[in-house]
């Protein structure tokens, strides 16, 4: 079975600061791979997302992840976080062709402080 | 409509009742996902539909969990004899087709048993 593991569940960082959260995921197949995040009382928003190709992936706001193989890790960075990052990061996993549903790490909380 | 809509957006109710919660997929779009967001755990996957049908259910962690869709569009989440463990943050995802690719979430019912 897929495991996706966050070990951050709080970060902490001042404002204009890098920060990187930190993603692992365990699978013998190839997978795909996503970064949500979620602000307060809405829903989930696609941050970014790796399918093929190059490994390093940009998204929105700013932010991108880079996919490595042999480590089984797609870390999530911004190299200066704003006050509007605060918000919680999902990681998360689909494998192969097929796979039609999601593996989730359990979230990091991210806060901005001024 | 022009996102996933999620209805109603919080509920609180007793332990014992019976409860439905349905989801508003977005117009064309012939996949439906519900996930459960329990605090400290991630999200769990529930259940996948295609179109009315639902080729896995194996997310529903017991028999008095169901779901069902109509003419290939709105969703019924029904948890009967709610217990305090189900309660958490119900979300639903609809994507054009079955694949994570192109999941869009609503912004999920919370549900409190007390």
């Known amino acids: 079975a897929q495991s996706v593991t966050q070990l951050d569940s709080q970060v902490p960082v001042f404002e204009e600061a890098p920060v990187e959260l930190r993603c692992n995921y365990s699978?013998?197949?190839?997978?795909?791979l996503f970064w949500y995040v979620q602000y307060p009382n809405q829903g989930l928003q696609l941050l970014l997302k790796y399918l093929s190709g190059s490994t390093l992936v940009k998204g929105i706001n700013g932010f991108e992840a880079e996919f490595n193989k042999s480590q089984t890790s797609f870390h999530l960075r911004k190299p200066s976080v704003h006050i509007s990052d605060t918000a919680e990061y999902f990681c998360a996993v689909s494998e192969g062709n097929t796979g039609n549903q999601f593996y989730f790490g359990t979230g990091t909380s991210l806060t901005v402080i001024p | 409509g022009a996102g996933v809509s999620q209805s109603p957006s919080n509920k609180v109710t007793e332990k014992g009742k019976d409860v439905e919660l349905r989801c508003d997929p977005i117009?064309?779009?012939?996949?439906l996902y519900w996930y459960r967001q329990s605090l400290g755990q991630g999200l769990e996957f529930l259940i996948y539909f295609q179109g009315n049908s639902a080729p896995d259910k194996s997310g529903l962690p017991s028999d008095r969990f169901s779901a069902e869709r109509t003419g290939g569009s709105v969703s019924t989440l029904t948890i009967q004899r709610t217990q305090q463990e189900d309660s958490a943050v119900y979300l639903c995802a609809s994507s054009p087709k079955a694949t994570v690719y192109g999941y869009t979430f609503g912004s999920g019912t919370r549900l409190t048993v007390v």
């Open positions: 699978s013998s197949v190839s997978v795909y």
């Open positions: 117009s064309g779009h012939t996949a």
